[in-house]
Nanobody
């Protein structure tokens, strides 16, 4: 199973970006999909998760600004990021967890927010 993320880029503070991550492969089942981010010199932190039943979880710093959603038919998760701040600058990693896959990671996509 592979995760392919897209949608990163450069945006001014206050702007928006939308990240996408699609899971592909054979005979897999995914329960949880989400995003983590890692800024230089910092640990990888929770951005948002969405669980198989639709429940969501967000990191405190993005609550009210970011929205995670999921298209189960396409095995794709989206992250709509609004009101971006310079401190949101990081590499964003797609993450997925299934009963038989273990934890899967995408390659990461850079998000840079200029002030």
């Amino acid at each position: 199973v592979q995760l392919q993320a897209s949608g990163g880029g450069l945006v001014q503070a206050g702007g928006s970006l939308r990240l996408s991550c699609a899971a592909s492969g054979r005979d897999f089942s995914i329960d949880t999909m989400g995003w983590r981010r890692q800024a230089p010199g910092k640990q990888r932190d929770l951005v948002a998760d969405i669980f198989s039943g639709g429940r969501t979880s967000y990191g405190d710093s993005v609550k009210g600004r970011f929205t995670i959603s999921r298209d189960n038919a396409k095995n794709t998760v989206y992250l709509q990021m609004n009101s971006l701040k310079p401190e949101d600058t990081a590499v964003y990693y797609c993450r997925a967890l299934g009963p038989f896959t273990g934890i899967l990671w995408g390659r990461g996509t850079q998000v840079t927010v200029s002030s």
